[in-house]
């Protein structure tokens, strides 16, 4: 696969996190973690726009119903979208 270099400004804790995880071998590099984050948040965009696109726009009710399905299953509070 091709490879282009950037240059990204990121939040000082986003690097620390990317970081700590190359630190501990969870990641081989900051580049490959960063490059992991933004392929994972492109499908997530993907799966979004198939759904929508088939049954509309999701609306504050649907979102918070299903906020509240995945905190409750994993105390997870993180906003996908």
Known sequence: MATEKITVTVPAEVL???RAAVASGAAPSV???VSEAVRDRA???RLVAAV???WG????EATD???RIF???DGDSRRTR
């Open 57 to 60: 726009p999701f609306d504050d």
């Open 31 to 33: 580049s490959a973690y």
């Open 16 to 18: 620390e996190s990317a």
């Open 43 to 45: 499908a997530r965009d």
């Open 71 to 73: 905190e409750s299953a």
């Open 52 to 54: 929508e696109s088939r």
């Open 65 to 67: 119903w299903a906020r």
